[in-house]
Each structure stands twice: as C-alpha cells, then as structure tokens.
C-alpha cells in the first residue's frame, strides 16, 4: 500500500509542477508574470484528488482486510468466507477515506501556503517547483508511512472480524513482537486476554485499531488472536 501511496505523491509533484509551467506559459503570453492569482489554477482539485489516491489504494486494503480475515478465521477455524461486499468492509473503507482525507488536505494547504508565499515575493517558476518538490515530498513520506501503519491495522481488522462472528471465539489475546524495539505499553500487555468483544486494557479492540489514541498505534507490529473456550 504504501509503494501506491508513493506513486501517488510523485504523480501529484508532477501534475502541479506541470500546471505551474503552463500557468506561466499563459502568463508570458499576456506579458504579465506568474502571481499568487495564478494558484488556483496550478493547485489541483482536492476532491477529485482525494477519488484518485482512494482508487489506487483501495484494492490494496481489500486485499489486505481479505488477508486478515483469512489468517484469522484459519486460526479459529471459522467456516466462512471473506466477503468484499459486507458492511464491516464498507464501514472500514468509509473510516480510511476520512482518514487520508485528513492526510491530503494537510498536504494540500501546506503546499498552496509554500506556493502563495513564493509567487507573492515573485519568485520564478524554478523556485515554485522546487518548493513544491521539497513540500509534497515530505508531506508524502508521512503518507507512506502512515500507509505502511495500514497494512498492520487492515490485517488486524480482518482478523478482529472473524473474531467476532465466529461462535468458536470467546477471548482473544494480544500478541506483541517482543524485540527491544516494541512499545514499552505493548511489552506490558504482551499476552493480554479479554473476552472478544470488549476492548483491550489500552482500551482498543485490536492493535492499530483507529479509535485509539495516535500514541498507542503509530508504528505498532503488534498483531491479536483468538481463543477458544478449550484454550481458556
Ligand atoms: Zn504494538
């Protein structure tokens, strides 16, 4: 998700960079130079922007949810099938779109800002680009790295799921990778087990689940599984 989400930000450089050539091609046309005027020609539209990056990535966390749920209802040994069409996906999808919606509008609004300031002290059209070279790009690696944080937590959330459907489960257990470089929290709750459908004592129902707290998901590997009455 997050080599998407890359291929993204680098078409979105290239797509305003292009817009500010041409923005200053008319201008030169007209004998007038590049101004702040010009912005809402050279920025994109944000809604339409938003459809796109949600076009490419949103296979990837199908995908991924479907993974999740697979692993999941392995470990259970819950008959049924992953189905793409079913509300928790649609609720999911919904709640990521909001998310990167956050993401993009960040991007967006610094990038306009940078671009404003730069055409108002009549900056050249080089100095625009390499502004915005230099602002989406890392604006763009907060957006991978929040997509790598994706995988995790679609992994977790398709696995939760069967959790909660299968009649097998009663508990679930919080599983942190305990290699030094965990979360000191995580290490504590490393092996925690609460019934299935009540949340962790961190208060999430599943590691990286996006009702938590930024500090508790942020860069989390922490995975959860399930128990059965038998294992209790
Ligand atoms: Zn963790």
């Given at each position: 998700m997050d080599k998407s989400v890359q291929k993204y930000i680098s078409a979105l450089v290239k797509k305003i960079n292009n817009n500010l050539k041409n923005a200053n091609k008319s201008a030169k046309k007209m004998d007038k130079q590049l101004d702040a005027n010009s912005i809402d020609i050279v920025m994109p539209?944000?809604?339409e922007e938003l459809e796109t990056l949600m076009d490419d990535i949103t296979p990837y966390i199908i995908a991924t949810l479907s993974a999740g749920f697979i692993y999941g209802a392995k470990q259970a040994r819950h008959a049924e099938a992953f189905?793409?069409?079913a509300g928790w996906v649609d609720d999911y999808l919904m709640e990521r779109r909001a998310m990167f919606n956050t993401v993009l509008d960040d991007i967006y609004k610094t990038t306009r800002e940078s671009l404003v300031n730069v055409l108002i002290a009549g900056g050249s059209v080089n100095q625009a680009q390499e502004i915005v070279n230099r602002?989406?790009?890392?604006?763009?690696?907060?957006?991978?790295r929040i997509a790598r944080t994706e995988s995790l937590r679609a992994i977790n959330r398709g696995s939760h799921q069967v959790y909660m459907e299968s009649d097998n489960v009663t508990h679930k257990q919080w599983n942190t990778t305990m290699d030094g470089k965990e979360r000191e929290s995580?290490?504590?709750?490393?092996?925690?087990?609460?019934r299935v459908n009540e949340p962790f004592s961190n208060g999430l129902m599943y590691p990286l689940d996006p009702a938590g707290p930024a500090y508790e998901v942020v860069n989390c590997r922490c995975t959860h599984r399930p128990l059965k009455r038998e294992e209790l």
């Open positions: 539209n944000m809604n189905d793409m069409s602002v989406v790009n890392i604006n763009g690696f907060r957006a991978e995580h290490g504590i709750i490393n092996g925690e087990v609460v």
